[in-house]
């Protein structure tokens, strides 16, 4: 069974920068493309970021364009995702899973942007 461990969170000023890494577990992760997607109090899980199996392609919310850059290492069975000039609207609970076929959610990485 494919585990998901997100780390990286933090509390940073508007503006500041955090890199979430999420670990996957099992020998099938390079075959699928991987999403963050994040939660805030009181909203449902959004969609944040996608990048392909091999990584060649990515897609980002209209809301994070040109701020987060999504990337992974297939060889570490890692998932990264680099936030820049972050806003406190950005403040949420950030998971990661696969893009299609999810598997069970991670505990996630609390992200907070004070303004």
């Known amino acids: 069974q494919v585990q998901l461990v997100e780390s990286g969170g933090g509390l940073v000023q508007a503006g500041g920068s955090l890199r979430p890494s999420c670990a996957a577990s099992?020998?099938?992760?390079?075959?699928?493309?991987m999403s963050w997607y994040r939660q805030a109090p009181g909203k449902e899980r959004e969609w944040v970021a996608f990048i392909s199996s091999a990584g060649g392609n990515t897609n980002y919310a209209a809301s994070v364009k040109g701020r987060f850059t999504i990337s992974r290492d297939n060889a570490k069975n890692m998932v990264y995702l680099q936030m820049n000039s972050l806003k406190p609207e950005d403040t949420a609970m950030y998971y990661c899973?696969?893009?299609?076929?999810?598997?069970?959610w991670g505990q996630g990485t609390q992200v907070t942007v004070s303004s």
């Open positions: 099992g020998d099938t992760f390079s075959w699928y493309g």
């Open positions: 899973n696969r893009h299609e076929s999810r598997v069970s």
